[in-house]
Nanobody, 122 residues
């Protein structure tokens, strides 16, 4: 199993920056694809960014050019650097770890952090 702990959330003004961290423990970090998801009040949870074990990244269109995710396998930690923040970025941000298990039928194992609040307001 994997335990995930997010940190770095808080209140920031529009145009500001924030860096989120997600520390993983309990398994081999390098085997997992890591991701960031967010959920705003009244909206469904959406993918923000993902990064594979090979460091390939994918971003939601709404954050491309503003957000960057990286990982440090030696520290079992993934980061989300958020720049040029907008009020629309306000949400609870969740860290995700996913591993595909190959068996008779392949399936995914997903683990989630507790979430950290990001509020963008003047």
């Amino acid at each position: 199993q994997v335990q995930l702990v997010e940190s770095g959330g808080g209140l920031v003004q529009p145009g500001g920056s924030l860096r989120l961290s997600c520390a993983a423990s309990g398994s081999i970090f390098s085997f997992y694809t890591m991701g960031w998801y967010r959920q705003a009040p009244g909206k469904q949870r959406e993918m923000v960014a993902t990064i594979t074990s090979g460091a390939s990244t994918n971003y939601a269109d709404s954050v491309k050019g503003r957000f960057t995710t990286t990982r440090d396998n030696a520290k079992n930690t993934v980061y989300l650097q958020m720049n040029s923040l907008k009020p629309e970025d306000t949400a609870v941000y969740y860290c995700n770890a996913r591993r595909t298990v190959v068996a008779f039928q392949s399936y995914d194992l997903d683990y989630w952090g507790q979430g950290t609040q990001v509020t963008v307001s003047s």
